[in-house]
Every structure is written in C-alpha cells, then in structure tokens.
C-alpha cells in the first residue's frame, strides 16, 4: 500500500506531527457541529471512528467540531478532538434555535485555515457551512486532497424544519405555499451538494438516494460506500433484562413494549405518534413507548400519550444497549435517513423493527439489513393509520415479533462490521491513497 508523500509542513504544539516518517497520513476531519449529550448520529458516527483509530498508528487523525472555546482534547498519541468557536453561530439567530443541530455559518473560517496546512488529507462531512467552504479553499490552494462524506439529508432536513417553522404564522404559510421557501432552499443546497461533489478527489455515500445524487455530480468511479459499524459489546441481546427497565423507568414487565431512539423532531417524521396512537387505544392493546432522546416535541407528544409513554431524555450507550434489548420492538418511522444505525443497533440487540418505507434503511444500499420480513416491517411514513393497525397486530402475535428478534441478534452476531473493521476497509484505504482509488 503506498502512502502519500507530502512535502513537510510546519507543525504547532496541539498540531499532529507524526507524518516526518513516511509512513503516518495526517488526516483532519471537519464535523462542523457541536459535541455535546445531545448529539445525533453525524457526531457520533465519528467519536466511534475515532476510537477505532487509536488502534491504527498509520494515520494521525484530528476531528474537528464546533465548540464554545477554542482547545484540543488529546483522545491518544495519535487521535485528538479539536474545538473552534464559529464565526458566525445558527444559534445567534432566533428562528434557528429550535434547529436539531448548530452549526457555523459563516463563509470562511480562519482559524481553521491557519491549521489545515498541516494535513495530508482534509475529509469534510458537510457541503454547506464553515467548515466546508474554507477546507475547499484552502485545499485548492495547497493542493491537499480533499474527501467527502454524506452523513446528514441536510437538503431534506432543511426543507422539512422550514416549512414546520413558517407553518407557525400567516406570513410563513404565504412562503411555503406561494413562493414554496421550503422547496427552493432544498434545491439550493442540493446544487451546493454538488459543487463540493464535484472538488472532492472521492465522495463516501451511504444510501441508493445518496449514491444516485452524488452520480449527477461526479463518475461513479469517484463514489465510494461508507459503511457504519457496531459496537457488539453494547448492543447485544445478553442485555435483556425488563427488571431493571421497571426500575428505572416504572414500565410493567407485562407490557408490549415499543421504543424509538432518536431526536423528538419533525425531521424524524415524530408526529407519527401523535396522530397514530393514544392513551386509551395503548392501553387498550396493552402497549407502553419508550422514547430515548431530546426534542421540541416532547412535551406535546407527552400531553398526548400519558402515562403510556416514558422519556427517557438523552442516555448513555451502554444503557441504550439494555433499552433496545429489552424492547419487544423498535418503531422508527424517520423518512430523512442517511443511514439510520439506530436500526442495525437495535437489530444486534435482538429487537426487531418497524421502518418508514421513505427512509434511508431501505432499498438495496442494505439489502442484507431486514430482508422481507425476517427482521420486522417497512410501512409508509404518512399514513398513521397502517402503522397503527400493524402495531395492534403485532402486540397480538408476539411470538412473530420475538421470531425476528432472535433471527435478528444470530444475523447481526454474524454479519455485522464493527467500527474498526469499517475503518479498515472503507476510510483507510481512501485515506492513503485518495487519489489513486
């Protein structure tokens, strides 16, 4: 395997410096987000990738996140968070707080750019924002290879937050419908999309959406897939154990239980158990939901639901694991995914699922993930009411849905990747040779 061979650069205290030997890639990774307990699938994606990395000293690699002060935290001698306040944070703006995510703004970063000199690979994980502009600027310009991965429907996340946020007033209502915002915006960032597509030396995809939408832009021979992985020590059945969920969460143990795991947002097409469930009718099929995670719709869905429905807020993976184990079923109707690991997380916990047909899980980008109805259901996200009679049929066949979980938990024991093992065939050699793949 050749590795690239890049003339030396000056180097800082907190900057990496192992590449003087010819044989360690310096690669920055920019995640233009904030890292914090609220995070969502992007940021986590590669705090796992960066444990991963501990273990392979042939990179030197350096994350990049958003940050309220500017630091580096030292993950191991070859691995390190780094932290720049943005220049122009989407939380300085009032109709953006209610975002799911905060990001920077800005057109140029230039503390970001005094750094990247340093590197032999500059990877961006965003099109849009501060961190992607100035990388290709400054990528350009030194001639630094320049990576590209699609994590995040930033096009759909963006029209779908719009058009709930101008729904609020008169005025709104008048932009989304006659001058249709919601549907322009979308298209400009797709456009942006394909601008740093096309400056990228290989673009990573992750769904048949993505993949199509990135062939518009560059050859197929510049398109790579990028994998997600699991960590098998978290998610696994052996974490059974509906005792200790009654005594953290006061759930019956007789119960069908029914978790989501995710942001409570109207990305995630959250509005589907408003209008498909209540009380009296959970109560009725004996069915109690579980949500794991932080949102605006929480309270709402909360008034809705009852006592039929616990908040678990935003927890550990470890304690995850156990939710998703002990769950008879996980119903994520999300119609906005790139890849959706909550899924596969729930499928290595043994649990089967109920999946939006619209979403990023399906078609053949994860032929292998739930095949027929092996592992659980695809449903059409808009309509309530199939999700509703499917789930009132499932809590009466339990034994078909616990057929899907130990089908399941044997499939993913078997099949799925860890994180090393993704970083190993799908980054590293891109990463070492990104011009040469």
């Known amino acids: 395997m050749s590795i690239i061979q890049s003339s030396p650069r000056a180097v800082s205290g907190s900057e990496p410096g192992r590449a003087t030997n010819g044989q360690t890639v310096r690669v920055a990774v920019l995640v233009n987000l904030f890292r914090n307990e609220t995070s969502g699938g992007h940021v986590k994606c590669w705090e796992h990738f960066a444990n991963a990395a501990i273990r392979e000293k042939s990179i030197d690699l350096t994350i990049y996140f958003s940050g309220d002060e500017n ?31 905060q990001t920077d703004i800005a057109f140029y970063h230039p503390r970001l750019a005094e750094t990247l000199d340093n590197y032999d690979v500059v990877h961006t994980t965003d099109a849009y924002f501060a961190f992607a502009d100035t990388a290709v600027r400054v990528a350009g310009k030194r001639h630094i290879p320049l990576i590209h991965s699609v994590h995040t429907d930033t096009p759909g996340y963006t029209r779908t937050f719009t058009q709930e946020l101008l729904e609020k007033t008169q005025a709104g209502r008048f932009l989304a419908r006659e001058l249709r915002l919601p549907e322009r915006l979308e298209r400009y960032l797709e456009r942006k999309l394909a601008q740093h597509q096309k400056r990228a030396a290989v673009t990573f995809t992750s769904s048949p959406h993505h993949r199509a939408q990135a062939e518009t832009a560059v050859p197929a021979s510049q398109i790579r897939e990028l994998d997600r992985g699991i960590d098998k020590d978290c998610f696994s059945p052996r974490h059974h154990d509906r005792s200790r969920l009654r005594f953290l969460y006061g759930i019956p143990e007789d119960r069908f239980l029914v978790a989501y795991a995710g942001r409570l947002d109207c990305c995630k097409n959250i509005r589907l158990f408003f209008d498909a469930f209540d009380r009296d009718w959970l109560e009725a099929h ?87 109805e092996e592992f659980g259901l695809y449903l059409p996200g808009r309509e309530p009411n199939v999700w509703r009679e499917t789930l009132a049929g499932l809590s009466a066949d339990q034994a078909r849905v616990r057929s899907w979980g130990r089908a399941a938990g044997i499939w993913a024991g078997r099949h799925l990747p860890t994180w090393h093992d993704v970083l190993v065939s799908d980054l590293l050699p891109v990463w070492h040779n990104p011009v040469e793949t």
């Open 71 to 101: 630091h580096t935290e030292v993950r191991s001698d070859n691995v390190r968070y780094r932290y720049l306040r943005p220049v122009f944070s989407t939380a300085k703006l009032p109709f953006l707080r209610g975002a799911p995510d």
């Open 286 to 372: 004996n069915i109690h939901l579980l949500f794991a995670g932080q949102g605006e719709a929480r309270s709402i869905i909360a008034a809705h639901l009852g006592d039929r429905a616990i908040f678990t807020g935003n927890i550990h993976q470890q304690n995850l694991g156990m939710v998703l184990a002990s769950a008879d079923l996980l119903v994520f109707p999300s119609m906005l995914e790139t890849f959706g690991n909550v899924v596969r997380e729930s499928l290595a916990s043994g649990t089967g699922v109920l999946l939006a047909q619209e979403g990023g899980m399906t078609g053949d980008a994860r032929p292998s993930q739930v095949k027929g």
